[in-house]
């Protein structure tokens, strides 16, 4: 979150403002999370509130599932506030779509043993084929776009679609969030019964058909590659189609800045094992630091209308 906060404020506080046309917005997992700051009346203080709460959370050694799933849900009763959720659903322009994974079988499971062996049987046949994720897990979109969405489509893998509404949209973003193993699986009211979990599994990056179309799709991103689903990770003959990003803008971190951050890399959830509470909210804050003069950069270059010459083919 904190590698591309200087980005989103340079968007959510500037870029976007005046909006008058919908724009469908999509995430998973924590990107979700931050889209939901976009979609409320007053974007730069729902995104202070988030990152203020994301990186002053902490737990003792091998927390629980369910205690990291309740600091969760308190982090996202913060970003949405009192008025959150009615904002999102009534928003002028912003279409939220919240991506979650309804789990099959055994990954469906809360005890970790057979948690575990239902994502390993997942992994094993993702490696013959990306499809065959369907026998584990089914893509369920949230949304506030109605009849609208331009996702409605997707034929990749078998996709459910469902309204967002004042009942299931912190479920389904705390879903949406809900790393297997380490966040508890999450039962959303009013949707198909089940056990769901961190969108990511299917869409672990957005290397979606983002189909014909006026204008550009405005991917900010980690990273200059796109890994389809998490459990393609390790296999770099998926990642980025090109056919799906024809008219993609993917703005991503320089590998120049990736290194200059604090263990050269961007801030992950790893840090919470590897480094102390002091170590990383340090980190993290100086990687927030750096992010903002990112943000700063990318506003001069729109600003002066140099954008273009920055640009690379994917």
Same mark, same amino acid.
């Given at each position: 979150?904190?590698?591309?906060? &200087? $980005?989103?404020?340079?968007?959510?506080?500037?870029?976007?403002?005046? =909006? #008058?046309?919908? /724009? !469908? @917005?999509?995430?998973?997992?924590?990107?979700?999370?931050?889209?939901?700051?976009?979609?409320?009346?007053?974007?730069?203080?729902?995104?202070?509130?988030?990152?203020?709460?994301?990186?002053?959370?902490?737990?003792?050694?091998?927390?629980?599932?369910?205690?990291?799933?309740?600091?969760?849900?308190?982090?996202?009763?913060?970003?949405?506030?009192?008025?959150?959720?009615d904002q999102?659903?009534?928003?002028?322009?912003?279409?939220?779509?919240?991506?979650?994974?309804?789990?099959?079988?055994?990954?469906?499971?809360?005890?970790?043993?057979?948690?575990?062996? &239902? $994502?390993?049987l997942a992994?094993?046949?993702?490696?013959?084929?990306? =499809? #065959?994720?369907? /026998? !584990? @897990?089914?893509?369920?979109?949230?949304?506030?776009?109605?009849d609208t969405?331009?996702?409605?489509?997707?034929?990749?893998?078998?996709?459910?679609?469902?309204?967002?509404?004042?009942?299931?949209?912190?479920?389904?973003?705390?879903?949406?969030?809900?790393?297997?193993?380490?966040?508890?699986?999450?039962?959303?009211?009013?949707?198909?019964?089940?056990?769901?979990?961190?969108?990511?599994?299917?869409?672990?990056?957005?290397?979606?058909?983002?189909?014909?179309?006026?204008?550009?799709?405005?991917?900010?991103?980690?990273?200059?590659?796109?890994?389809?689903?998490?459990?393609?990770?390790?296999?770099?003959?998926?990642?980025?189609?090109?056919?799906?990003?024809?008219?993609? @803008?993917?703005?991503?971190?320089?590998?120049?800045?990736?290194?200059?951050?604090?263990?050269?890399?961007?801030?992950?959830?790893?840090?919470?094992?590897?480094?102390?509470?002091?170590?990383?909210?340090?980190?993290?804050?100086?990687?927030?630091?750096?992010?903002?003069?990112?943000?700063?950069?990318?506003?001069?270059?729109?600003?002066?209308?140099?954008?273009?010459?920055?640009?690379?083919?994917?």
């Open positions: 979150m904190a590698g591309l906060a &200087g $980005l989103d404020r340079v968007l959510f506080g500037g870029f976007f403002q005046g =909006r #008058t046309r919908p /724009l !469908h @917005l999509i995430g998973s997992s924590i990107g979700s999370w931050r889209l939901s700051c976009l979609a409320q009346a007053d974007p730069m203080a729902a995104l202070e509130r988030f990152e203020t709460a994301y990186i002053e959370q902490r737990y003792p050694p091998k927390p629980p599932p369910s205690l990291v799933s309740t600091t969760s849900e308190r982090i996202l009763d913060t970003v949405l506030g009192k008025q959150g959720v999102i659903l009534g928003h002028p322009w912003a279409r939220l779509h919240v991506m979650t994974a309804l789990c099959r079988g055994l990954s469906a499971v809360e005890h970790p043993r057979l948690q575990m062996l &239902g $994502l390993g992994a094993m046949t993702n490696l013959v084929s990306r =499809r #065959t994720l369907g /026998l !584990h @897990l089914e893509r369920v979109i949230f949304h506030s776009a109605g969405s331009p996702f409605a489509g997707l034929k990749d893998l078998p996709s459910v679609h469902a309204p967002l509404t004042r009942e299931n949209l912190r479920p389904a973003l705390l879903a949406s969030g809900s790393i297997p193993m380490v966040l508890s699986g999450v039962r959303i009211p009013g949707a198909k019964p089940g056990v769901y979990r961190d969108g990511g599994l299917i869409d672990y990056h957005l290397d979606l058909d983002f189909g014909p179309g006026e204008g550009l799709v405005l991917y900010p991103h980690f990273y200059p590659y796109v890994v389809p689903g998490w459990f393609d990770k390790a296999l770099r003959w998926r990642w980025t189609r090109p056919l799906n990003f024809r008219r993609a @803008l993917i703005i991503a971190p320089s590998p120049q800045f990736i290194a200059r951050l604090p263990g050269g890399k961007i801030p992950d959830r790893d840090d919470f094992y590897r480094l102390s509470d002091d170590e990383r909210l340090r980190a993290w804050r100086q990687v927030l630091s750096e992010s903002r003069r990112l943000g700063d950069e990318l506003w001069e270059l729109l600003s002066t209308g140099r954008l273009a010459e920055h640009l690379r083919p994917l």
